[in-house]
């Protein structure tokens, strides 16, 4: 991969396309993020710089409206002259586990591969639990 520059490391951390699940991280509420950054070159007020350009596109909870921390590290990692890690703590799964629940509903309307699992349990515990 080619080097990228801290800025856009930091735009790509919140960018849709990056995300390991399939959501839009700039949409929902943010509870925290935490930013671990490595590289010889980089300063603290590039960092600081970068935080305070992505915060007004992230939403963050009223009570928490500084939910950021930083660790930053000197020693580059290997092959790269400075790299970014951030860990969110966001309400974006909600929209996946919404999909999810109505694939499933579709599926058990209709009795789908529901006789896969009635050797083990009765029907009534999946009764039981969509409710």
Not at 18 to 47: F, N
Not at 67 to 86: D, F
Request: aromatic share 10%.
């Amino acid at each position: 991969l080619p080097p990228r520059s801290l800025d856009q490391m930091f735009t790509d951390a919140f960018a849709r396309e990056y995300q390991i699940i399939k959501s839009d991280p700039k949409r929902d509420l943010y509870l925290a993020c935490a930013l671990m950054v490595r590289g010889a070159g980089v300063e603290m007020s590039d960092i600081r710089r970068n935080i305070e350009r992505m915060r007004p596109s992230l939403q963050f909870a009223h009570w928490n409206q500084e939910g950021w921390k930083v660790g930053h590290c000197l020693a580059p990692p290997i092959g790269q002259k400075n790299s970014l890690l951030c860990l969110s703590n966001n309400c974006c799964i909600k929209n996946t586990f919404q999909d999810c629940h109505n694939r499933f509903m579709k599926l058990y309307t209709r009795k789908a591969h529901v006789h896969h699992y009635t050797d083990f349990m009765d029907i009534q515990y999946f009764d039981e639990s969509i409710e």
